[in-house]
DNA sequence: TTGTAGGCGTTATCAA
DNA sequence: TTGATAACGCCTACAA
């Protein structure tokens, strides 16, 4: 086994009769230092196997290039497509990506924030856990002036940049999809508290419907304990045993609607002829199941990467921006032949 | 606007009249401390609004209490659930993950390597590019006696933790399965390089064959280029365009076995009467098409624990492991529809 | 263009 | 049980 003795800048200085800030400038491509210098600094740099080291740096400049990167959970897909996103734009510009789940527990987040904020991260990503209703754990990072960008699930009342998809518009068109296929009794299924991304959605949806001029019918709107295919199959049990049951679905989640399409097949329900169904996000399952999901495009990848560039920005030019502006990324409708009705 | 000035153990020593050397020890609780001073300390701490500097005690202590992910990518399911593992792994441990991604590139790989290495990761666990065959990129993590867990796609003579399936027991079983449902001509697509487990799963499905004295054709095993629907697709027409085509078919990977059905369907093959199909990963696609695709269950949280426990483990005893054994963890046959014909 | 020197906030060593 | 002091490796005024 080799012997491993760091090198530092002060053996480079050594070797080459020069002083550490001569080499720290020189290895920095610093323009006082003269392009002779340069070369053999580095050049002797590397013959001496030296590798900087990140923390010192960090300690001294006050700069992590660190990103921290908090969200319910990174097994969804669309949460994994979000890092991704996050991921490449960081590499890109030399920064870390540090990752912590909330599990959608408020308590973790308080506390994964605390910590996100002693490793004095650069700058904070946060999709917020669905039980968060007070956001006050994250006014740290206003005081500290560290960028702080929510996305997706975003707090309503908070000065800081946010990206989002407009999730009321989204449902709108969603269930005016609907509508447009000759649905008149559309069911929705909802979850979470007011704040909440679903609260939006479902905004949308019985705006569609005002504007139709049908009526909003409580017992087709269901609000589900959470996210999962169990809960989503006992709702649609509920609704296709209503005296009048629904001849349209739509489900905030593609996770829902599909759930909802398994259930009705189950049952000798047509999909789309007796239930015409759309979901949200366009997970895989979406274009697996049978028949396809129609489902709102959700772009992932580019909420990370738009997440990660107004970091970068805001982390470059020394004065920070004060107007924290709301990112808005546009969604479509995805027909396929879950809905697909003329 | 709060000013904001950084509060540290030295102005804690201040307040109290104590060395900063006590107040740091108090704060973590060293035995020589009397209860009286660590509480003092910790309640003046509190209340001078102290928060730790990581950096600094990394930058003296030499642990970064940091674990560095690379992988291929982390959409995928059964890689973002490994990273799930890692993280709640970690963070039980009070450590951070980090998270690059290769996008199964090797000179990424190589330039991310380093890239962890300068950031002084506590430990590594990865998982090799597709294009990866020379691992040198690695040996800096051993002579610097790093933990270095390779998991899932590993390299082969390398003298690292691996944490593993047994691929060929996996692939064999799979086939043993089909075989039993009565299959006699049983397709397979393969992909990567001779060290890939594609590679591992084949040997184990032609062992089957060989073990029924079933004749192994190479018309029915396609190379495919890359672990795609289209690639699938495209391998599948041309297998049930065979003079002889096959009965039963063994896709190593769930995407694979999804595509084949689909496929199927499509040209009025039925799955599984005249085309059984068995995938492999147990992602969530599997349990939505229909018929439902047997598969081979691949513990990828529990695989991204154990790699982070094995880190955790080596960085507790002062003494590395010089044994550096290979963890397998169980995979087992789940038989759905697709594959189930008596 | 290069050098000097002090400090970033903590921990470790030795001494008291 | 506590204290004094020197690192850890780098950056950055300021000086030359």
Redesign the interface.
């Known amino acids: 086994?080799?012997e491993?003795i760091e090198v530092t800048i002060y053996d480079i200085a050594d070797k080459l009769n020069l002083a550490t800030s001569t080499i720290s400038r020189a290895l920095k491509d610093h323009h006082s230092i003269s392009k002779k210098t340069i070369e053999k600094v580095k050049k002797t740099a590397k013959e001496m196997g030296y590798?900087?080291?990140?923390?010192?740096a960090?300690?001294r400049s006050k700069k992590?290039k660190?990103i921290g990167v908090l969200l319910p959970?990174?097994?969804q897909?669309f949460l994994?497509?979000l890092?991704?996103g996050i991921?490449?734009a960081a590499?890109k510009a030399g920064y870390?990506?540090?990752?912590?789940?909330s599990h959608d527990s408020y308590e973790q987040e308080v506390i994964?924030t605390?910590?996100l904020?002693?490793?004095?991260v650069s700058g904070i990503i946060c999709s917020l856990a669905m039980e968060t209703q007070n956001t006050s754990h994250f006014q740290l990072f206003m005081?500290?002036?560290t960028p702080l960008v929510f996305v997706d699930r975003v707090p309503k009342a908070f000065n800081t940049f946010r990206v989002v998809i407009d999730n009321y518009m989204a449902g709108y068109k969603a269930t005016q999809h609907l509508i447009s296929q000759g649905c008149t009794r559309i069911a929705h299924l909802t979850a979470g508290s007011e704040f909440s991304i679903y609260y939006e959605r479902k905004k949308g949806y019985i705006d569609a419907l005002k504007e139709a001029n049908l009526p909003i019918e409580e017992e087709l709107i269901i609000k589900l304990k959470a996210i999962t295919y169990e809960e989503a199959e006992n709702a649609t049990n509920k609704l296709l045993d209503l005296k009048r049951p629904p001849d349209g679905m739509f489900a905030p989640g593609d996770i829902l609607g599909?759930s909802a399409i398994q259930c009705a097949k189950k049952r000798g329900v047509k999909v789309p002829e007796e239930l015409a169904v759309i979901g949200f996000n366009n997970d895989?399952?979406s274009h697996?199941?049978?028949p396809n999901l129609s489902t709102i495009t959700h772009p992932a990848e580019k909420m990370g990467q738009a997440s990660a560039e107004i970091i970068l920005k805001n982390l470059k030019s020394s004065k920070r921006d004060e107007v924290k502006e709301i990112t808005f990324l546009n969604t479509e409708v995805l027909v396929r032949e879950s809905s697909k009705r003329n």
Not at 51 to 56: C, D, K, S, T, V
Not at 96 to 101: A, G
Not at 117 to 120: D, I
């Open positions: 086994m080799k491993h590798r900087p080291n990140n923390l010192a960090s300690l992590t660190t959970t990174i097994t897909p994994s497509s890092i991704s991921e490449i590499q870390n990506v540090v990752i912590m789940q994964l605390q910590s904020y002693n490793n004095r005081d500290n002036n599909v895989p399952i697996i199941i049978d």
